[in-house]
C-alpha cells in the first residue's frame, strides 16, 4: 500500500537532503520501496516551512510505521511526521505521529495542510 509523509524542515537539524537521506534508510532498511521524495513549502501551526514529502510502499505492520516515525520525529526534532494512506477508504485521512517525548499540545490532522505526492 502507499503511504506518504511530510517532515517539517523549519526547526529540523538536518537539510533537505540530509533529512530524506535519512528517512529513506530507515525505510528501506525495514521493508519500504519504491522510496520517492521531493521538497515542497508547506505551514505548520501557521509558520511557513520547507517539507520532506515523501511516497513510498510498505505492506508490513502499522504499528511499526508509527513507531518509526515517532523515533523519526524526536530525531528530526520535529514535534510531529504527517503520514497519510492515499487509497485510505476516507482518503482524506491522516495522523499526525507525535514523538515519545512531546509533552505540548497533540493537533489533528488535517488534509488542507498536507503536502500529497502526485
Given at each position: 500500500m502507499e503511504l506518504q509523509i511530510n517532515i517539517g524542515l523549519g526547526n529540523n537539524p538536518f537539510s533537505y537532503e540530509q533529512?530524506?537521506?535519512l528517512a529513506t534508510a530507515?525505510?528501506?532498511a525495514h521493508g519500504c520501496f519504491n522510496?520517492?521524495?521531493r521538497k515542497d513549502e508547506g505551514v505548520y501551526?501557521?509558520?511557513?516551512e520547507d517539507n520532506v514529502v515523501m511516497k513510498f510502499n510498505y505492506e508490513g505492520e502499522y504499528e511499526w510505521m508509527y513507531n518509526k516515525l515517532a523515533a523519526l520525529s524526536l530525531l528530526m526534532n520535529q514535534e510531529c511526521i504527517a503520514w497519510h494512506i492515499p487509497k485510505f477508504p476516507f482518503g482524506n485521512?491522516?495522523?499526525?505521529v507525535y514523538s515519545n517525548t512531546h509533552g505540548g499540545e497533540k493537533y489533528t490532522f488535517d488534509i488542507n495542510y498536507f503536502k500529497r505526492f502526485n
Open positions: 533529512a530524506s537521506d530507515v525505510l528501506s522510496i520517492e521524495s501551526i501557521q509558520q511557513e485521512e491522516g495522523v499526525l
